[in-house]
């Protein structure tokens, strides 16, 4: 597709409950991030992919959080026994990395809501 | 660890004033720099990018910004605000092109016909 694409654009889910978001990223890019916006956290880095490389997982917040990425495009993240502090909006970004400097292009993200 | 300061939370201009939002990052090289905006509801969108050479550096809908060494800014520039540039603005670092962004708190701007 023409750009970054998240489902769903929104979840509302109990609290325990275990949600997956997907992200399809732009055709070509081999590399594909996840962050997270809330109120009070703002901006955070989740996890990073690259190519066939070992995941950079060093900003997941707890080990309810995981993500993979299948046949180096599509990518889920799963949130295991959710938590309140989890509602935020997750965002995928993807980015290619074949040209050098290439900055990273965002999905609109997924509004997640844990009642 | 690298860090980006966005000093101003809301700023409010006139239409048509000239705007300009301030960014600074505390890091032991000159990292790559960055702007995006964000409009309710979606993702964000790059206006512009600082990765070496002229540190002025032009972006999208009339946006421009200056990349200062000395001061660790690189502060956000428009000579005519339009209404439509209401929106969040994000000054984001990173080590280099393809590692993870580090993001200013975000400074929402707000356009007075």
């Known amino acids: 597709g023409a750009g970054v694409s998240q489902s769903p654009s929104n979840k509302v889910t109990e609290k325990g409950k275990d949600v997956e978001l997907r992200c399809d990223p732009i055709?070509?890019?081999?590399?594909l991030y996840w962050y997270r916006q809330s109120l009070g956290q703002g901006l955070e880095f989740l996890i990073y992919?690259?190519?066939?490389?070992?995941?950079?997982k060093s900003g997941l917040p707890s080990d309810r959080f995981s993500a993979e990425r299948t046949g180096g495009s599509v990518s889920t993240l799963t949130i295991q026994r959710t938590q309140q502090e989890d509602s935020a909006v997750y965002l995928c970004?993807?980015?290619?990395?074949?040209?050098?400097?290439?900055?990273?292009?965002f999905g609109d993200g997924t509004r997640l809501s844990i009642l | 660890a690298q860090s980006v300061t966005q000093p101003d939370i809301h700023i409010t201009v006139s239409e048509g004033a000239s705007l300009e939002l301030r960014c600074n990052y505390s890091y032991g090289a000159t990292p790559y720099l960055f702007w995006y905006v964000q409009s309710p509801g979606q993702g964000l969108q790059l206006l512009l990018k600082?990765?070496?050479?002229?540190?002025l550096v032009q972006g999208i809908k009339g946006f421009e910004a200056e990349f200062k060494r000395s001061q660790s800014s690189f502060n956000l520039r428009k000579p005519s605000v339009h209404w439509s540039d209401a929106a969040e603005y994000f000054c984001?670092?990173?080590?280099?092109?393809?590692?993870?962004?580090?993001f200013g708190g975000g400074t929402r701007l707000m356009v007075k016909p």
């Open positions: 970004a993807s980015s290619s990395q074949t040209g050098g400097n290439q900055p990273q292009h």
């Open positions: 600082y990765f070496s050479g002229d540190t």
């Open positions: 055709s070509g890019h081999t590399a």
């Open positions: 992919f690259q190519g066939n490389s070992a995941p950079d």
């Open positions: 984001a670092v990173a080590l280099n092109a393809g590692n993870m962004l580090t």
